[in-house]
């Protein structure tokens, strides 16, 4: 666990961010995304020079193809000579939020049909051995004598075999068709400078904590990414709003952390599943009850809180209602808060949909996490380091999430003030108190 730590706090890693780092992403063709940039380098005293303008389309969705033409290359070009000064790509309200997966090629298409040819023979190969197996065994039932019983055994390490090349072909099918190769906009753009990389899935976060500097040596840099974004152009502007009037005083009020009771057990887990990440809610409570002295009320079972059960509340992290919002919370203003579930930041502009993320920022929430599409548990950080960072004071919301983040080329979305300092005024905890979670889990690169 020391050398953890060592890890964690390396002078290497640590951030020191200014408002000059800060680049925003703005859509000429929704006004209000110009407005919004305007009004947030006014705020946070970014120069206006910092105002990257782009031509994109004006849904929440843009082709990967689009991607490429209309965001990576013109923002590579304004950026090329500030590539050390560039540490935030911000994206404004009007930026795209997801970007398609990538079109198979024409060799790719050939491959895929022979690939179905090959899984469908074996499949037909698995059938035969199961039926033979089967009829083995109802043979062996009725055998009179139990030394001279037909045997399976053949049969079935033949079937597994059979079983493997499927999955082998299924795995190779996957691949080969670019699948899961979409992503959130933001997380994308983690990964700026970098050419040619694989997008199917995800990329591990050279940013994070646990990424030595052997780990990123001879790579392209990563970016930080976040987005001032919300259901309309008034709630991301608030978002500003908030996080500037609290950084005055200091964030302050309760805690909720609403766990499920899974148990981890770190001789069967790595700490990266279910296990893991309930694990890491429950010490993120302990954390910030012990140590930081702050109020926390920590649900440890299968159900949620209740609607109007959170008064007062200052951070919130939780699972699992997916796409189901539960309005539990009443905020006091700079609340940081996010569900962990597969869908929460599918949409931020659509009506009367219950994902999370545009439900939290309607009702006041100051920032949140979310994902654009199936992330899986390992999209997330993990809860006790990401809360644990942010209540050192020391780290904006953007240097929080981009060392606890796992993956980029991926799912997950900051939405908030990327320079909101919520605890510089009142700081709960030391840096040495901020742990690798869970404490018996495997360090994230090791576990990979």
């Not at 004006?58 to 950026?79: F, G, M, Q």
């Not at 005055?248 to 009020?253: E, I």
């Amino acid at each position: 666990m020391i050398r953890l730590l060592t890890l964690l706090f390396l002078p290497t890693i640590a951030i020191a961010l200014e408002p000059g780092e800060v680049f925003l992403l703005v859509n000429k063709n929704v006004p209000a995304s110009k407005e919004l940039a305007e009004y947030y380098c006014k705020q946070r005293a970014v120069p206006v020079e910092n105002i990257i303008t782009l031509d994109l389309v004006t849904t929440e969705d843009i082709s990967r193809k689009d991607y490429n033409e209309r965001i990576v290359a013109p923002v590579r070009e304004v950026l090329k000579d500030r590539k050390e000064k560039a540490k935030v790509l911000l994206s404004i309200h009007g930026v795209p939020l997801r970007v398609g997966g990538e079109e198979p090629s024409a060799e790719d298409k050939v491959e895929i049909k022979a690939i179905e040819v090959q899984i469908a023979k074996q499949q037909t190969l698995v059938r035969n051995l199961q039926a033979e197996i089967a009829a083995t065994e109802l043979q062996a039932r009725a055998w009179p004598f139990t030394w001279s019983r037909p045997s399976t055994v053949q049969a079935a390490i033949e079937l597994k075999t059979q079983q493997t090349v499927v999955l082998t072909l299924s795995r190779r099918r996957v691949a080969v068709s670019r699948a899961e190769s979409q992503a959130c906009v933001d997380n994308e753009l983690m990964m700026l400078w970098w050419n040619n990389y694989r997008l199917a899935r995800f990329q591990n976060n050279l940013l994070h904590w646990q990424a030595t500097a052997a780990i990123r040596e001879g790579k392209q840099p990563f970016i930080m990414t976040c987005r001032l974004d919300g259901p309309t152009p008034a709630i991301a502007k608030g978002l500003v709003d908030q996080a500037i009037a609290v950084e005055k005083k200091g964030l302050d009020g309760t805690v909720y952390v609403d766990a499920r009771g899974i148990k981890f057990n770190p001789k069967n887990e790595d700490g990266y599943g279910y296990g893991g990440y309930d694990e890491s809610m429950r010490e993120m409570a302990k954390l910030l009850k012990d140590e930081g002295k702050m109020k926390v009320v920590l649900d440890d079972r299968t159900e949620l809180f209740a609607p109007n059960s959170c008064p007062d509340c200052a951070l919130y992290c939780g699972w699992y209602s997916h796409a189901n919002f539960i309005d539990s919370n009443r905020f006091v203003p700079g609340e940081i808060a996010w569900h962990l579930a597969s869908s929460e930041a599918v949409s931020l502009r659509r009506p009367d949909v219950k994902f999370w993320c545009k439900n939290l920022l309607e009702k006041g929430a100051a920032a949140t996490i979310g994902p654009v599409a199936e992330p899986y548990t390992v999209g997330f950080p993990k809860p006790a380091e990401f809360f644990g960072m942010l209540a050192t004071g020391k780290y904006t919301l953007v240097e929080c999430y981009a060392k606890t983040l796992l993956l980029s080329s991926w799912m997950t979305v900051l939405i908030g003030d990327p320079l909101y300092t919520p605890f510089a005024k009142n700081p709960r905890i030391q840096e040495e108190q901020v742990q690798s979670s869970p404490k018996f889990g495997k360090p994230f690169f090791e576990a990979k």
